[in-house]
């Protein structure tokens, strides 16, 4: 049987031990030599650096500015240390900068932290139930079951999953669709087959497509089908929920996928 922990770790991960690491390291070199201006300037690097794969994943410009902000923020530091272009009379400034683009970016950075740790935790329920690892990735999208829903419900459906920012919902006249990515952020719009949905259209009909970047992030090549057959039951599972009113038993299952 395939673990649901079978998932790589974001990249984000390393963010509270590569912290820690320099801190660590600064202190070390205050010790040594009475100033840390080396290790700060490897911190900030850190956080530009961070700030660029992270843009390059999820095409969010809000996380180059904040990696940009931070980074050459850490390296105000070394102002009283080396002769630069930095200085303290800069570094305030700078941190009121910081601070309002942090404050101002907030809606879009928590969002997407948000559904993508909801992504992944979908993605953890739906491997739960996958029994074989062969036959990868194909880009067609995945028939699925049919159930039965009306309109209003599957809008509200729709209304509360995005509500609780476990998917972005797009809702169309003709179908409505559930779109959720560990990669390319869903909060950009881009293109359906760059990220991974469930769409239902107004026959009960259910559609599951995963993108490639989602698949290829688990450490095994799981069978694909299988993979979208159970990512299909999750969300009928959850609809049915809401239906029933329990949207409550949504969330307390959403969260037991959070390894």
């Known amino acids: 049987m395939i673990s649901r922990s079978k998932l790589r770790g974001p990249i984000g991960r390393i ?3 590569a ?4 801190i660590s390291l600064g202190l070390i070199e205050a010790i040594i030599t009475g100033k840390p201006p080396y290790s700060a300037f490897a911190f900030g690097c850190f956080f530009i650096v961070l700030g660029i794969i992270e843009y390059q994943r999820t095409k969010l410009i809000t996380y180059l500015i904040l990696g940009l902000l931070w980074g050459t923020g850490t390296w105000h530091s070394m102002a009283r240390f080396i002769v630069s272009f930095l200085s303290l009379e800069t570094y305030i400034p700078h941190v009121i900068v910081a601070l309002a683009a942090l404050v101002l970016t907030w809606p879009v950075f928590y969002g997407n932290e948000k559904l993508e740790s909801n992504a992944r935790k979908l993605f953890n329920l739906a491997a739960e139930h996958v029994h074989e690892a062969f036959n990868g990735f194909t880009d067609r999208p995945y028939s ?3 159930t039965e829903y009306t309109r209003d419900e599957i809008s509200g459906f729709a ?6 920012k476990i998917v972005k919902s797009i809702v169309q006249p003709d179908i409505v669709i559930l779109s959720f990515s560990m990669g390319i952020s869903p ?3 881009p293109d359906l087959q760059q990220i991974s949905y469930i769409s239902f259209d107004n026959d009960g009909n259910i559609s599951v497509h995963i993108s490639e970047y989602d698949y290829k992030r688990f450490k095994e090549e799981l069978t694909f089908d299988q993979l979208c057959a159970s990512l299909g039951d999750v969300f009928v599972r959850f609809l049915e929920y809401y ?16 390894k």
Do not use: D, N, T
């Open 15 to 17: 963010g509270p031990y």
């Open 19 to 22: 912290a820690a690491v320099f």
């Open 144 to 146: 699925g079951c049919k």
């Open 159 to 164: 209304r509360f999953m995005g509500g609780k």
């Open 187 to 189: 909060l950009k719009e």
């Open 243 to 258: 239906k029933k009113g329990l949207e409550s038993r949504i969330i307390v299952e959403l969260k037991s996928g959070a």
